[in-house]
């Protein structure tokens, strides 16, 4: 980027973005060292491994560092640490999202909870889901390997999940609208089901999500219910930036009821599909930022917002070569969690 300071918004990512790479991520980049000790105190409280243990284990283990209980917590606490050292000197923040628990990040790089209670929520929903682990979740694209749009494909593909979804003892739901994937959550007859209705393709799909219970579908009422009875609606205050959710709404600093963030929070948000594309497509076009900042961990949502831009026919993107094309010429993306893009955003 050139010295001109930048408007950006900021997207948190979710589930499944601390993996073998990133082990170590907190003590290569966690800027404040007695708010990691406050997160480990929480955690120990309740008779939890500490984020510093996880993070400086000797080796990545995918049975406990994607269980929802640990890795919730070591999502927040890496993306909320690379909020903290985006240069604001080069960078105006105008508004903040995020996918799938990157909501509850959200809420607290926008300032509607304090850090602590943000860690609050995440560690609490993540373990509360750990527990209950309802259902599962695969992902599937409707795009091709270009990245061009396909809408007639993706209806056919929600379709499908409909009929599935309607057969006795099966259940199927569209989880998480995500640029050029969509990703589905069921029971293992309804994952099963589709899994068998679609061709492989890409060499990688359909794929499961290990570790990934049905988020964002009906089958969450219960772990929703159970956050509400554990976390009190007194956390959630105004936002200090501009939120936009799993809808696409935004929560505007100094016109937002709080009681309502909250139980968007812990209801539709939990049990509602999660329109990831569609917050994209709002925060494109009603803050026509020059970047879009994606804190890490993790590099794989770099993809999904591009392919959401695409889809918003931003800046006249119309396929990956377009957006790379685009990106060489005048960054649009910069993910925290490759060096070389954090360095454009950031003070360490």
């Not at 000797?58 to 269980?67: G, I, L, N, Y």
């Not at 105006?92 to 304090?114: D, H, K, P, Q, R």
């Not at 682990?133 to 499908?160: C, F, M, T």
Request: a negative charge; charged letters at 20%; aromatic letters at 8%.
């Amino acid at each position: 980027m050139n010295g001109e300071r930048k408007s950006a918004v900021v997207i948190c990512p979710g589930r499944g973005t601390y993996n073998a790479a990133e082990l170590g991520y907190l003590a290569r980049h966690f800027p404040d060292a007695g708010l990691l000790a406050r997160f480990d105190a929480i955690r120990g409280e309740g008779n939890q491994e500490t984020l510093s243990a996880l993070d400086g284990a000797d080796r990545f283990s995918m049975a406990k560092h994607t269980r929802g209980d640990n890795a919730s917590g070591l999502i927040f606490a890496a993306s909320y640490g690379d909020f903290c050292v985006i240069d604001r000197d080069l960078v105006e923040i105008v508004a903040v999202s995020g996918n799938s628990m990157g909501w509850y990040t959200a809420l607290a790089c926008g300032g509607a909870l304090s850090a602590e209670n943000g860690f609050v929520v995440a560690n609490t929903m993540g373990t509360l889901m750990q527990q209950s682990l309802i259902g599962g979740q695969l992902i599937y694209p409707w795009v091709d390997e270009d990245w061009v749009p396909n809408p007639a494909r993706k209806a056919e593909l929600l379709a499908l999940v409909e009929e599935v979804g309607a057969r006795e003892e099966v259940e199927l739901y569209l989880s998480i609208d995500l640029g050029g994937m969509l990703v589905l959550a069921g029971n293992a007859a309804g994952l099963d089901a589709f899994e068998k209705a679609v061709e492989p393709v890409q060499g990688r799909f359909p794929m499961r999500l290990a570790n990934h219970a049905a988020f964002h579908t009906p089958m969450q009422e219960p772990v929703a219910a159970q956050g509400r009875s554990r976390l009190d609606p007194g956390l959630f205050g105004q936002p200090g930036l501009p939120l936009i959710d799993g809808h696409g709404q935004i929560w505007w600093p100094g016109a937002t009821d709080a009681e309502a963030l909250y139980g968007y929070t812990l209801g539709a948000q939990v049990t509602q599909p999660y329109n990831l594309t569609r917050a994209i497509t709002v925060a494109a076009r009603e803050f026509a930022p020059d970047l879009f900042i994606i804190l890490g961990p993790g590099t794989t949502l770099g993809g999904a917002v591009a392919q959401s831009l695409i889809c918003a026919d931003w800046r006249g993107m119309a396929d990956k070569a377009g957006f790379q094309d685009l990106q060489a010429r005048e960054p649009v993306l910069a993910s925290m969690g490759m060096a070389d893009q954090r360095e454009l955003v950031s003070r360490g």
